[in-house]
């Protein structure tokens, strides 16, 4: 071959070349398909977390999908977009968190290989109907320290997206009566004695504001105990985060650090502290799902199945995982 054909040979090569990978980079991507959720008889602002049961193809990237099981989405109005395409799979479900409203479960979630745009109407929040007694003096600083636990607690719910809030509230005055000093150490033993000779309501939770409490390990201003039967004792130095705790006791949840590490001391809760301010969205789950939940026993929740889950890490019997976290909680990410 000449040298001027060999030039022209290598110039039609590179250029054939060149035209090759243009057209490859000319091709066109796949069409991502996102699905939607929307809420036709609602108005919702702001974020939406989701844990979504279901098989996903992700986008281009994926070449297969995969079945996912409590996968974390947030998404926002307006258009409440989902980032994959989901489908059917051994479990569809999924489970929709906002601060204005219950923890809501969604079973048999028609997924399709189209795109889905799917109506999910969220549970309303439950409003407790708490009764407290006052057996401690002075009742001006116990009545105080009560108003100050119920903000707080609410305000811990509410920006957990517990979906619970006390509402309808009694605080009765004992500290006049002929009985109070035989209950100002308070145990889960006096709980016959205490109703009888104090009071009780038993359409409510009832809270107890004592001297002090002692659930097994001394008697301490400090402590509060739930001892079944919608009774909670509480001591006159008790911070607002503990009757938030008591209530999770109450509504069906242990201390995750006897079987979980992914806890510290700022969990609602944690066995000891006084610096509670978290719970992870599978706490709130099984606050309100669990059949032990006062909520559940009570008749407030009325809408939805029951879940028996576990108090441990797994994500089981239809629970997502005790430390499932859709947004971070402090040093935790979210998972």
């Known amino acids: 071959m000449k040298k001027t054909q060999f030039f022209q040979w290598l110039l039609f090569s590179g250029l054939w070349l060149i035209s090759c990978k243009n057209d490859e980079q000319m091709m066109p991507e796949p069409e991502i398909i996102n699905d939607r959720i929307e809420f036709p008889t609602q108005q919702i602002q702001g974020e939406i977390g989701l844990l979504v049961d279901g098989f996903v193809e992700p986008g281009p990237a994926s070449l297969t999908g995969r079945g996912v099981n409590d996968r974390r989405e947030i998404t926002a109005a307006p258009d409440f977009e989902l980032s994959g395409n989901f489908s059917d799979h051994t479990r569809n479900e999924l489970i929709a968190f906002h601060s204005q409203y219950a923890p809501t479960l969604m079973t048999n979630v028609p997924w399709s ?186 008749g407030l929740r009325t809408i939805g199945d029951f879940r028996i889950c576990s108090h441990q890490e797994e994500s089981t019997g239809g629970c997502p995982s005790i430390q499932k976290r859709i947004w971070s909680d402090g040093s935790f990410s979210a998972n």
């Open 113 to 298: 290989e189209e795109q889905d745009i799917i109506p999910i109407t969220l549970n309303e929040r439950i409003n407790l109907p708490v009764t407290f007694w006052v057996i401690a003096e002075p009742f001006d600083e116990m009545e105080q320290l009560i108003i100050d636990a119920i903000n707080i607690t609410n305000s811990i719910w509410a920006s957990e997206k517990a979906g619970l809030r006390i509402d309808e509230i009694q605080i009765n005055d004992m500290t006049s009566s002929a009985d109070r000093d035989q209950f100002l150490n308070y145990t889960c033993g006096n709980n016959f004695q205490l109703t009888e000779r104090i009071g009780f309501d038993p359409t409510n939770l009832n809270v107890y504001y004592v001297d002090a409490v002692d659930f097994g390990t001394g008697s301490l201003t400090s402590n509060g105990v739930f001892c079944g039967n919608n009774i909670i004792g509480m001591g006159r130095s008790t911070t607002g985060g503990l009757l938030a705790h008591e209530f999770g006791h109450a509504m069906g949840l242990a201390h995750p650090d006897q079987f979980d590490r992914n806890f510290d001391n700022t969990n609602v809760m944690f066995s000891s502290s006084r610096s509670r301010e978290y719970l992870t969205e599978g706490q709130t789950f099984r606050q309100l799902y669990s059949p032990s939940s006062y909520v559940s026993i009570s």
